[in-house]
Antibody, heavy 118, light 108 residues
Framework: EVQLVQSGAEVKKPGESLKISCKGS????????IGWVRQMPGKGLEWMGI????????RYSPSFQGQVTISADKSISTAYLQWSSLKASDSAMYYC???????????WGQGTLVTVSA | EIVLTQSPGTLSLSPGERATLSCRAS???????FAWYQQKPGQAPRLLIY???SRATGIPDRFSGSGSGTDFSLTISRLEPEDFAVYYC?????????FGQGTKVEIK
C-alpha cells in the first residue's frame, strides 16, 4: 500500500527556520516525483515544486522559487520542504503528493499545518 | 500559464439531486492530463477522475467526468451525504500543473 506520512503540525515565529518532511512507503521512492502543495486558510491548492528522489532533480513554481527549498533523502525515503526565514504569510497547510509518470498526483500525504505567528 | 476557472463557486443541492460542476481553461488542455479532486474539511485532496473521464480506484460510478479542449465537467448523478465537499479541477500536462479555484457543493 502506497503511503505518504508527513511530519506533525508546527508553530513558529517570524524569522525562524523550518523543515517539514514526507516519508514514502509501499513503493519505489526513487522512481516517482514528489510534489509539495500549499493550501492557505480557506483557499485553493497551489503546486510549489517537485523533486525526483532518484537524482534529486528539482523544479519550482515561479511563485515559490527562492522562497523555499525542496530536498530528498532517498536512503530514508523522505522528501523535505524547508524555509530559512518564515513569514506570517507562510501559515498554511502543506501537502506532499506522489506524481506518476504522467504527473498525475494520485497519492497524498495527510498534510502538515504550519502556523507562523509572533 | 493555463488558468482554470471553475463554476459555480458554490452549488447548493439536496441529497439525491444531480450535480454538474464546470471547469473552463484559458487555453486548450489535453484530455489525457485533466483531473478532478474532492476535498473534505480537514482532509487531503482525493483523486476522483483522471484523463478527463477515467475514475480513480475505488471511486463510485455516480461520479463521471467529461469534456475536451477548454471545457470540462464533473457530474455526480445522485448526491450522497458524503459527497458534500469542495471539488477542484486540475491540468497536469504542463509544467507543475494548475488547479482551479474550487467549487463547494453544500447541502441545501
Amino acid at each position: 500500500e502506497v503511503q505518504l506520512v508527513q511530519s506533525g503540525a508546527e508553530v513558529k515565529k517570524p524569522g525562524e527556520s523550518l523543515k517539514i518532511s514526507c516519508k514514502g512507503s509501499g513503493y519505489s521512492f526513487t522512481s516517482y516525483w514528489i510534489g509539495w502543495v500549499r493550501q492557505m486558510p480557506g483557499k485553493g491548492l497551489e503546486w510549489m515544486g517537485i523533486i525526483y528522489p532518484g537524482d534529486s532533480d528539482t523544479r519550482y513554481s515561479p511563485s515559490f522559487q527562492g522562497q523555499v527549498t525542496i530536498s530528498a533523502d532517498k536512503s530514508i525515503s523522505t522528501a523535505y520542504l524547508q524555509w530559512s526565514s518564515l513569514k506570517a504569510s507562510d501559515s498554511a497547510m502543506y501537502y506532499c503528493a506522489r506524481r506518476d509518470s504522467s504527473s498525475l498526483a494520485e497519492y497524498w500525504g495527510q498534510g502538515t499545518l504550519v502556523t507562523v505567528s509572533a | 500559464e493555463i488558468v482554470l476557472t471553475q463554476s459555480p463557486g458554490t452549488l447548493s443541492l439536496s441529497p439525491g439531486e444531480r450535480a454538474t460542476l464546470s471547469c473552463r481553461a484559458s487555453q486548450s488542455v489535453s484530455r489525457s492530463y485533466f483531473a478532478w479532486y474532492q476535498q473534505k474539511p480537514g482532509q487531503a485532496p482525493r483523486l476522483l477522475i483522471y484523463a478527463a473521464s477515467s475514475r480513480a480506484t475505488g471511486i463510485p460510478d455516480r461520479f463521471s467526468g467529461s469534456g475536451s479542449g477548454t471545457d470540462f465537467s464533473l457530474t455526480i448523478s445522485r448526491l450522497e451525504p458524503e459527497d458534500f465537499a469542495v471539488y477542484y479541477c486540475q491540468e497536469y500536462g504542463r509544467s507543475l500543473g494548475t488547479f482551479g479555484q474550487g467549487t463547494k457543493v453544500e447541502i441545501k
